[in-house]
């Protein structure tokens, strides 16, 4: 067409030329025919060599165009190119499909499989979503700031394995299956259809957004004395979508679900950064964890504020005295020093890595959290020096410590001489974890003797257990890796892929039972109820890729 066009403009060209000609005078012209027949061939012929020069010129121009068509596949494969294309986005198909027809788990015999040290050759390339930040290939800095959460610290993201083939890869090699993807997919869809229309995820009345029946059963601890279970599940519901790779700005078949849940947390957050009523430390760490890491897996400016407001009201409330200048952990509401518990301190810290990992303001808390982690343990461990304590010993995590008179508490508001573990409630898990993200690595003393005590003593043997230990031991030795991984996650894995409701259980379909499943210490997962156990368990299965695991030399 484009030839055409240019013909079109050369005939025109010259007719104009012949006009301007034919103005001059007729009787000129006759008389002199033979000399203008001859000047007007020999104009035209230049005419002729000039459009013929801006013509090839032309083309020369538009030749890659020409043979990029020569050279397209044929229609049928043009066809199956669109195919393709398609199969990336049936988000909400794979949905429908799970829902009414596809078993919750299938497949239970998948080997674990060792680390490797570099990509399998064989894999498929799957293109990953959302930013490039969040891709495991791609080059660390940038805005987002990336950082591992593992061990071994580095460059690598710490939420690169979440999409894409870095997941895929990340599944296969770190001991996950087909059977543990479906249950985690189940759990979200089970959360999806559970959550209320403002966005939250209701404690006692959450299963009255589920269409279907048996209905399950409401929990109790909403608001009041045990705190705000309304805001800790939607915290706890939108980081399962998260560390699963679903944000609210990746086109996906759950990004109404975590942009509803992330705006009702926001419409919750009160003027100090805290969140919902009681305004503790407990329900505070775990709703800005969920924002600091949306806003890190997408840089959604909207998120940023809030997410930092958050940060910010923890920074006030971390525990300081003279001996500790930086700081070390937290108590529920306020800055007290002479009560530190580990496990408000554990989410508190898991918080201030996910705001360290979105390039947000952590202030003096992060050598503060270091500080505690250390006094923590030598006052739990009386007699025990980290320097040289041997790799096959084990150490213990009190629940409480006052960093004043270095005294360490098995109970609330009981203090004990030494961590007596007839007396004592245990709380390695959190010691365990804490320690990874802090940057200690196996061969460690401290580190070491933890994972110890953990599987000697924390290793579930068969459901129900204690959900809220195998959340953070989950997290906590798949970090240290080798030969306690294999022993740990062969034992975790197929027990929760078996012990989730699956097809035919109608309301309760994806979710896991909550009774027994608190243990020594509870922290109220019996009274929240199903959501949390739910979400401790669906949390769990993702930890072959919620955070990256570095530091992959053999371990023991």
Not at 501 to 506: I, L, P, S
Not at 508 to 535: M, P, Q
Request: glycine letters at 10%; charged letters at 25%; one cysteine or more.
């Amino acid at each position: 067409m484009d030839n055409f066009d240019d013909q079109d403009f050369d005939d025109d060209f010259i007719d104009d030329e012949n006009d301007i000609v034919t103005e001059e005078d007729e009787d000129l012209k006759v008389s002199a025919a033979p000399a203008w027949i001859i000047s007007l061939a020999v104009h035209a012929l230049l005419l002729l060599i000039m459009s013929l020069i801006v013509f090839g010129a032309m083309m020369d121009e538009e030749e890659p165009p020409v043979r990029i068509a020569a050279i397209e596949p044929p229609p049928e494969d043009k066809e199956e190119e669109k195919e393709e294309r398609t199969l990336e986005e049936v988000d909400v198909t794979i949905e429908d499909e799970i829902i009414t027809d596809q078993p919750i788990v299938t497949d239970l015999d998948v080997p674990i499989e060792e680390m490797e040290t570099e990509d399998p050759v064989e894999e498929e390339a799957v293109e990953p979503k959302g930013r490039e930040e969040a891709v495991a290939t791609a080059e660390a800095g940038g805005a987002m700031a990336f950082m591992a959460i593992g061990a071994g610290g580095g460059a690598s993201g710490a939420f690169g394995s979440r999409t894409g083939g870095g997941k895929k890869r990340a599944v296969g090699r770190n001991g996950g299956s087909r059977a543990s993807e479906s249950a985690v997919n189940a759990a979200l869809i089970w959360f999806k259809k559970h959550q209320s229309d403002n966005g939250m995820w209701d404690v006692d009345a959450y299963m009255d957004n589920c269409q279907e029946n048996p209905k399950c059963e409401p929990g109790t601890a909403r608001t009041n004395a045990n705190g705000d279970g309304d805001t800790a599940c939607t915290g706890y519901a939108i980081l399962c979508f998260l560390g699963a790779g679903y944000d609210h700005k990746t086109p996906g078949k759950f990004k109404d679900t975590v942009q509803k849940g992330l705006d009702w947390l926001i419409s919750v957050q009160n003027d100090d950064g805290t969140f919902g009523t009681t305004k503790r430390n407990y329900e505070g760490p775990v709703c800005t964890m969920a924002i600091c890491e949306a806003y890190a897996m997408t840089m959604d400016p909207k998120l940023k504020a809030p997410a930092q407001k958050g940060v910010n009201m923890l920074l006030e409330r971390q525990a300081r005295t003279d001996k500790y200048p930086y700081g070390t952990g937290w108590d529920y509401t306020r800055a007290n020093p002479k009560r530190i518990d580990a496990s408000v301190t554990g989410w508190c810290v898991m918080a201030l890595k996910a705001a360290k990992s979105a390039g947000l303001d952590v202030g003096d808390g992060w050598e503060g959290s270091k500080q505690w982690f250390e006094g923590h343990w030598r006052a739990s461990n009386p007699g025990k020096d980290p320097n040289s304590i041997s790799s096959d010993e084990k150490s213990y995590f009190a629940y409480t410590w006052d960093s004043v008179g270095n005294q360490i508490g098995f109970n609330f508001g009981q203090m004990a001489a030494a961590p007596d573990p007839a007396k004592r409630r245990p709380i390695e898990c959190v010691g365990g974890l804490a320690g990874v993200f802090l940057g200690k690595r196996p061969g460690d003393g401290m580190l070491d003797s933890l994972i110890n005590t953990i599987m000697d003593e924390q290793v579930p043997k068969s459901w129900p257990c204690n959900t809220y230990w195998m959340y953070y031991n989950t997290l906590a030795v798949f970090q240290y890796g080798g030969q306690n991984w294999k022993t740990w996650n062969g034992q975790v894995r197929d027990m929760l892929v078996e012990a989730q409701h699956g097809n035919g259980t109608g309301c309760f379909n994806g979710s896991w039972d909550y009774e027994k499943t608190g243990g020594r210490i509870s922290h109220h997962i019996e009274d929240v109820g199903r959501l949390l156990s739910t979400a401790y368990c669906c949390l769990s299965l993702e930890v072959y890729y919620r955070y990256q695991r570095i530091n992959d030399r053999k371990r023991k």
